[in-house]
């Protein structure tokens, strides 16, 4: 009975181990995807590539940026963007790193950090600005992964940012 035991435990702890590693594999996959994705996109941010980046969204997706209401929907997220580049913004440099993705069935939540600086009409500096941000990645039937909500905050003082940037 003992031994039945100890086999049923030790094949308990096989199947265990097997299966997280093979669970961490698939997440190093998924991290390594959505970095080279990330990556992409900031590039496209940087070139002014709006078409590009919204590419990456699903039709249905919902983007929550810091101090902007909600956009919900690919069109309400590309008006929002039109509207950005219409106002003078030009981003210099992007950079995001993935810190943590969790899948989740169909879904894949990423959390990270990013750094951005930008030019914007009427402010004597560059701004530069960091903070978090998490993303819900949503696996397509083709295998790709498209983001289907988008939130981020600063880690600076919006009120700091501007006195540092100067106005004129």
Known sequence: MKRTNLI?????????????????????????KIQALQGEYAKWMVDGNFEKMLGIYTADAIMMPSYQPMQ???????????????????YTTFELTTLKVMPNGNMINEIGTYKINATMPGM???????????TIWEK???????IKIDTWNSDVDPMVMMGQMGQK
């Open 140 to 146: 397509q039937k083709d295998g790709s992964l498209k």
């Open 8 to 32: 049923s435990i030790s094949l308990f702890f096989v199947i265990f181990f097997m299966a997280s590693a093979g669970f961490s594999q698939t997440t190093a996959e998924y991290k390594t």
């Open 72 to 90: 919900d929907g690919i069109a309400a997220i590309r008006a929002a963007s039109v509207a950005m580049a219409g106002s003078g913004t030009k």
């Open 124 to 134: 004597d500096k560059p701004m530069d600005d960091h903070g978090k941000y998490l």
